[in-house]
C-alpha cells in the first residue's frame, strides 16, 4: 500500500475515535450510529495493522491510540506483544499518552493480563486507573485485590475505582459492600466518603439487598457535596424511590435540567404529574420538555409563547403542556398503582432489554442500570462497551430473565 492510501486510513481513523469520545458524552443517541462508526474504525485498524508504513509522530490521545491499536490489532503474535508493552509504558507516562493508551486497551486487549498486573505491583499511583481498566475490559481480577482488609487500607481513590469495578462483576457478592454503608442502618454516619458511601449502595442495590432503600436515604441526609448527592438520588431514581420523591420535587427550581431528568428516571405517576406541573411554569418547562421523550417515547409539541402586556419575552415557542396533559390522561388508566412509565409505555424487563439494545449515550447507561436493577444482578460489562460486545452480552440474557 502506498504512503497515501495509509495516510488516508490513519486520518480517517483518528476522525471516527473523535466522533466515538463525543457520542459517549451525548444525552442519547441510536446505538447504530456508534456501532457504524466502532465498525469503520477497525476497518481502518485492520488495514493500517497490515500495511508497511511510518506513522506521523503520535502526541494527541487520538493519535496514541491509533498508534497502539494498530499494533494491537497486528496478525503478527511479536508485534501484538511490542504494542501491548508500549501501551503499558504509555500508561505509566499518563497524560494524553496514558489517555490514548487507556483506549487501545478497553478495545484491543481484553485479553492480556499479565503485563497489567505487573504494573499493579510495581506502580501504586496507576492501581485506581488499572481497576478502570479492568472495569472497561470487563476483565475479572484476582480476588485478593479486592480483599476487604486490603482495599479498607488503601487510599479513597483506590477505593473507589476497585468498588466500581466490583459492582459491575456478578460474581462478586455484596458483602464487600456491607462495611461502607453498615453505619446508616442505625443512623450514624460512614466512616467514608460519600463518594464510597455512594459506589457501596450501587454496589447493594444492584444485588436486591433487602432495606438498603433506608440506608440510601440516609446518606442523601447527610451529603453535602452536590455532586455526590446528585449519584445519590440518582441511585433513588433508579429505585424508584416514593419517599424521595418530595426531595427530587424540592430541587427542581434550582436546576431545572439536572433534576427534570431524575424525575423522568423515575418514572411513576407522582414523577410524572411533576413534571407536567413543571411544564407550566416558565423557570423549569424548558428543562421538562427535554427530559418529556423519557417518559411518552416521543418529543412535546410546541405552541407559540404568549407575551404579557409590557414585556418582550413572547417571541418563539413554549411546551405544549395541554398536550403533555392529553397524552397521560390516556396512560395513566392503564399504568399499574406501582407502574413507571418508559419511553412510552409502563416500564419492564422485556421494554428494558428491548430498548437497551437501541440506547447509547446516557440514556444507554440509565437503561442498562435499570435493567440491572430489575434483573437483581450486576450485568457485567461496562456502559461504554463497543456496541457489538455490548449487544453480545445483551442477547445472551435468557428469556426467562426477561419474563
Known amino acids: 500500500m ?26 442519547a443517541v441510536d446505538a447504530e450510529v456508534p456501532a457504524r462508526n466502532e465498525y469503520l474504525l477497525r476497518m481502518h485498524l485492520h488495514v493500517l495493522a497490515r500495511c508497511d508504513w511510518d506513522e506521523p509522530q503520535a502526541d494527541k490521545p487520538e ?14 503474535t511479536e508485534v501484538r506483544r511490542d504494542g501491548y508493552a508500549l501501551a503499558c509504558a504509555m500508561l505509566v507516562e499518563g497524560g494524553d499518552a496514558g ?18 498486573m505487573d504494573l499493579y505491583r510495581n506502580q501504586p ?24 482488609a486490603e482495599l479498607q487500607g488503601r487510599d479513597d481513590a483506590l477505593q473507589e475505582a476497585a468498588l466500581a469495578y466490583a459492582a459491575t462483576r456478578p460474581e462478586i457478592g455484596v458483602e464487600l459492600f456491607r462495611p461502607y454503608y453498615a453505619p446508616l442502618h442505625s443512623g ?8 464510597l458511601t455512594a459506589l457501596a449502595l450501587w454496589g447493594a442495590l444492584v444485588r436486591g439487598e433487602r432495606g ?33 420523591l418530595p426531595v427530587l420535587h424540592r430541587l427542581l427550581d434550582e436546576r431545572p435540567e439536572q433534576w427534570a431528568r431524575l424525575l423522568a428516571l423515575h418514572g411513576s405517576a407522582s414523577a410524572v ?3 407536567i406541573e413543571a411544564l407550566s411554569r416558565a423557570a423549569t418547562m424548558d428543562a421538562a420538555a427535554r427530559a418529556w421523550p423519557w417518559i411518552s417515547g416521543q418529543a412535546l409539541p410546541s405552541k407559540p409563547r404568549l407575551r404579557a402586556v409590557g ?22 388508566s392503564v399504568l399499574p398503582p406501582t407502574g413507571r412509565m418508559l419511553q412510552g409505555a409502563p416500564l419492564s424487563l422485556a421494554r428494558l432489554h428491548a430498548l437497551a439494545l437501541t440506547q447509547a449515550g446516557e440514556a444507554g447507561r440509565d437503561l442498562l442500570d435499570l435493567l440491572a436493577l430489575h434483573l437483581g444482578r450486576p450485568l457485567g460489562f461496562s456502559p461504554r462497551a463497543e456496541q457489538a460486545r455490548r449487544r453480545a452480552y445483551l442477547e445472551n440474557i435468557s428469556m426467562t430473565d426477561k419474563a
Open 2 to 27: 502506498n504512503a497515501t492510501h495509509a495516510q488516508t486510513h490513519w486520518d480517517s481513523a483518528l476522525v471516527l475515535f473523535r466522533q466515538l469520545q463525543a457520542l459517549k458524552a451525548l444525552g
Open 63 to 76: 493519535q496514541v491510540f491509533v498508534k497502539l491499536a494498530r499494533r494491537l490489532s497486528s496478525p503478527v
Open 99 to 116: 489517555e490514548g493508551a487507556f483506549a487501545a486497551l478497553a478495545m484491543l486487549a481484553d485479553d492480556e493480563s499479565a503485563g497489567l
Open 125 to 148: 499511583a496507576l492501581r485506581p486507573r488499572l481497576f478502570d481498566l479492568w472495569r472497561e475490559q470487563g476483565w475479572k481480577v484476582p480476588q485478593a485485590l479486592l480483599n476487604q
Open 188 to 195: 450514624a454516619a460512614p466512616r467514608c466518603s460519600g463518594r
Open 212 to 244: 438498603i432503600e433506608v440506608a440510601l436515604r440516609r446518606a442523601v441526609e447527610r451529603e453535602t457535596d452536590a455532586q455526590t448527592r446528585l449519584e445519590l438520588l440518582r441511585l433513588a431514581a433508579l429505585a424508584g424511590d416514593a419517599e424521595m
Open 273 to 275: 404529574e411533576i413534571l
Open 311 to 332: 414585556r418582550e419575552d413572547g417571541q418563539g415557542a413554549m411546551p405544549d403542556v395541554e398536550a403533555a396533559r392529553d397524552w397521560w390522561a390516556q396512560q395513566r
